[in-house]
C-alpha cells in the first residue's frame, strides 16, 4: 500500500495521507527520547510525504505540541493536516512538582482537567502558542472514555461537560473556519456511538479498538460511520507495542505487559504471517485500511529510523492469502475487510 495515498478526512475538506505520524512517543514514553532525535522523526516524515500529523496538550505536558510544531511552522504552509486535542488546558509548575505521568519528558507545567466552553478556548490558544503556527486543522476531544476517567461515574461526567461545553466550542470555531474538522479521541468504543448521536462530528481517533488484534469497531461503530460518511483514524495500530514486537517477552498490550492468551494469539498470526513472508508490523499498520471508514493510521515514533520503517513497512507488498488463512483460521473477523493486491 502506498503510504502517501490521500483519502478524504471523513466529512470535512481535509485530505490526508493513509500513514501520519503520532506524537505522543516524541515525548518519551518508554524512555527519554533527545530532542534531536524528536525532531528528526518529524522531519523524516515530512521528507518521506506523510501530510497527517498527530499531537495533544497531554503529550509530554506540552512539549510534544512544542516539538512538533518547531519542525512543522518551518514547512510549507497548507501542505500538511494538523491535528491536536483539547480537555486539558497547562498551567507553569515548580519543576520539583511536576506531575510527570506516563512521559519521560515534560514541560514544567500542570494539567488542569477542563472540558467547558471556556476551558477548551483557552486550551485552543495555548495550542496555538505552543505549536507557533497560524492554524490547526483538527481538533479533537480528547480521553472522554472510562479508561481514561478512571470510572463510570468520572466518564459520564466528563461526557455531559464535553458535549455541553468543548462541543460548543469546536462547533462554533469550525463555523468560523478557524479548524476543518472535529472529532473525538478516546480508546473505547462507547463514547464514540454516543458522540454520534449527540452532534455534529466529522471523524474519530480511535485508539487499539480496530486492529490486525481486536476488530470489536466492526460490530456498531463502523457500519455508523460508513453510513454517515465520517472517517476514523486509527491510533495505536501496533496495541501499544506487541504487533510491532512480536509475542516476545516484556511484550506490551494496551499499555500492560501482554497476557498469556494475547501472546499466544500474536504467536499464532506471526506463524502465518512467517508463511506468507509477511512482516507481522506490516500486517497491523495496513490491515485497518481495508475499511473505507478509516482514513489513517497514526503510529508514533522517536526517531527518524522508526519513521522510515514505518513507511517501508506500509509499502510492503502483502498476498490476499495471508489475509483468507487468518480468517479461515479464525485470526481475524470473517467479515473484516481487507486491503487487496
Known amino acids: ?33 533527545a530532542e534531536n532525535d524528536a525532531r528528526a522523526a518529524v522531519t ?4 518521506a510525504g506523510l501530510r497527517l ?22 514547512k510549507q504552509p497548507h501542505d500538511f493536516v494538523l491535528s491536536t486535542k483539547v480537555g486539558r488546558y497547562l ?3 515548580v519543576p520539583d512538582k511536576v506531575d510527570h505521568r506516563l512521559f519521560h519528558g515534560t514541560l514544567n507545567m500542570k494539567v488542569v482537567i477542563d472540558y467547558s466552553y471556556d476551558g477548551v478556548m483557552r486550551a485552543v490558544d495555548q495550542s496555538f502558542q505552543r ?32 458535549m455541553d461545553g468543548a462541543y460548543r466550542a469546536l462547533h462554533e470555531l469550525r463555523a468560523q473556519g478557524v479548524v476543518g474538522a472535529i472529532g473525538i479521541g478516546v480508546n473505547e468504543i462507547e463514547p464514540c456511538m454516543r458522540a454520534v448521536a449527540a452532534g455534529d462530528f466529522d471523524c474519530f481517533m480511535l485508539a487499539g479498538r480496530y486492529s490486525l488484534l481486536t476488530q470489536e469497531a466492526l460490530g456498531e461503530l463502523l457500519p455508523v460511520l460508513q453510513r454517515k460518511g465520517m472517517g476514523l483514524l486509527i491510533a495505536a495500530p501496533y496495541n501499544s507495542g506487541i504487533l510491532a514486537t512480536g509475542a516476545v517477552p516484556g511484550a506490551r498490550y494496551n499499555y500492560l505487559p501482554a497476557s498469556e492468551a494475547i501472546m499466544t494469539r500474536v504467536a499464532q498470526i506471526e506463524a502465518v504471517a512467517k508463511r506468507h513472508g509477511v ?31 514505518n513507511v517501508a513497512l506500509m509499502s510492503h507488498s502483502i498476498p490476499n492469502d495471508f489475509w483468507a488463512e487468518l480468517k479461515h483460521a479464525k485470526l481475524l473477523a470473517e467479515e473484516a475487510p481487507v486491503p487487496t493486491r
Request: glycine share 10%; with cysteine; charged share 20%.
Open 91 to 93: 498551567v507553569p509548575e
Open 131 to 162: 505549536l507557533g503556527i497560524e492554524r490547526i486543522d483538527v481538533l479533537h476531544i480528547h480521553d472522554i472514555d472510562i479508561w481514561s476517567q478512571g470510572s463510570r461515574e468520572a466518564y459520564e461526567k466528563r461526557f455531559a461537560e464535553a
Open 279 to 309: 512482516p507481522l508490523a506490516a500486517a497491523a499498520l495496513q490491515f485497518p485500511l481495508g475499511h473505507p471508514s478509516v482514513c489513517a493510521v497514526v503510529p508514533g515514533a522517536v526517531n527518524a529510523s522508526e519513521v522510515e520503517r
Open 53 to 74: 500529523f498527530d499531537t495533544s496538550p497531554f503529550y509530554g505536558i506540552g512539549l510534544s505540541e512544542h516539538r512538533m510544531g518547531t519542525v512543522l511552522r518551518e
Open 1 to 33: 500500500m502506498d503510504p502517501l495515498t490521500r483519502r478524504r478526512l471523513g466529512t470535512s475538506k481535509l485530505e490526508v495521507t493513509v500513514l501520519g505520524l503520532g506524537g505522543a512517543p516524541l515525548v518519551g514514553l518508554k524512555a527519554p527520547v
Open 44 to 47: 523524516a516524515a515530512y521528507d
